[in-house]
């Protein structure tokens, strides 16, 4: 039987495969679309489109995987009611913060122009570009795939929470989070091109099928420089003396940040169904389409403002702001 941390594992790698994809995509352009001579309107002409368009698709892709993942893994009985579907398009066209694709791209241009004018070399200031642009895009497309996993899990009445899922080679911080059940509104925390993956589980999948998904237990499956790379030779040393690894890590690293509080304006035009749902329609300067004055939380906001609350509430905020049928 295929256990939920498989599964999850299984999900990550089809998440990877996409981030691959459209990563490869990003760099064919910077490399091929930048010209020396003119780098700002080479980069709008050429660049700025195709990575915008990769991400947003990327982003669609993965928040599509969520449906049939989360229902692969808790379908051991039917679910008593109809599971709402989540909207996978809701999850593209923007970053986890809740800015516009284009603002992105817009920030790469401004950051790589910054550099040049500190005095980097064009090869250098243009390599670090590339860097952060492929940053960007697994980050926001990993982003997308999880948030929807995790709308689609708080709307399917079977799970009980989730669990980490962490694929080695992880960093500590990632490492001393594997295992846990987390509620299905608690938020996921992560760090810039963290891979890691949540996999849904019953309470009864959670204590029965992840009894080597654990820190000491993944500790323990690398070998002893893995564990000094990841720890640090002194911390690697008090956990393999029988410190708890938890304990270590987080006596001298800050926690990692859940994705919140942030708002977006993709969809909440007159044409767009949040904006139909929403409604308090006018018009903006600028804007072609009438836009609703309340303000779209990402789905990552709603979790987090929502946490504790009953499910069906979380589900019916979830569809009025369109992350959900």
Excluded at 55 to 70: F, H
Excluded at 254 to 260: D, I, K, L, R, S
Aim: charged share 20%; with cysteine; glycine share 10%.
């Amino acid at each position: 039987m295929t256990t939920p941390t498989r599964a999850g594992r299984a999900h990550l790698d089809a998440t990877q495969a996409v981030v691959r994809g459209k990563a490869a995509e990003i760099q064919r352009a910077w490399r091929q679309g930048l010209d020396r001579g003119g780098l700002q309107a080479s980069y709008v002409a050429r660049v700025a489109p195709v990575l915008v368009a990769a991400i947003k698709a990327g982003q669609t892709e993965t928040a599509a995987l969520a449906p049939s993942y989360v229902a692969g893994v808790l379908g051991v009985e039917p679910p008593e009611q109809a599971t709402p579907t989540v909207v996978p398009a809701a999850f593209a066209g923007f970053t986890t913060t809740g800015l516009p694709l284009a603002g992105l791209a817009d920030l790469l241009i401004i950051r790589l122009l910054a550099d040049l004018g500190a005095g980097m070399s064009a090869t250098d200031a243009m390599l670090i570009g590339l860097r952060r642009a492929l940053t960007y895009t697994a980050t926001e497309i990993t982003d997308a795939g999880r948030t929807a996993t995790q709308v689609q899990l708080i709307a399917d009445r079977r799970a009980a929470g989730y669990e980490r899922v962490v694929k080695l080679p992880a960093c500590d911080r990632c490492i001393i989070l594997a295992g846990r059940l987390y509620r299905v509104s608690q938020g996921f925390r992560r760090h810039p091109r963290c891979d890691c993956h949540m996999a849904p589980v019953t309470r009864e999948q959670w204590r029965e099928s992840n009894p080597d998904h654990h820190p000491r237990a993944l500790f323990e499956s690398m070998s002893e420089a893995e564990q000094n790379t990841r720890f640090g030779t002194g911390n690697a040393a008090a956990i393999r003396a029988g410190a708890d690894p938890a304990q270590v890590v987080n006596a001298r690293r800050a926690a990692m940040p859940v994705a919140g509080r942030w708002t977006t304006t993709q969809g909440t035009t007159s044409r767009g169904l949040v904006g139909q749902r929403l409604g308090e329609l006018a018009t903006w300067p600028g804007h072609r389409y009438q836009r609703s004055r309340l303000a779209r939380p990402t789905a990552g906001q709603l979790v987090a403002d929502l946490s504790g609350r009953p499910r069906e509430e979380l589900i019916a905020a979830l569809r009025r702001y369109g992350y959900l049928l």
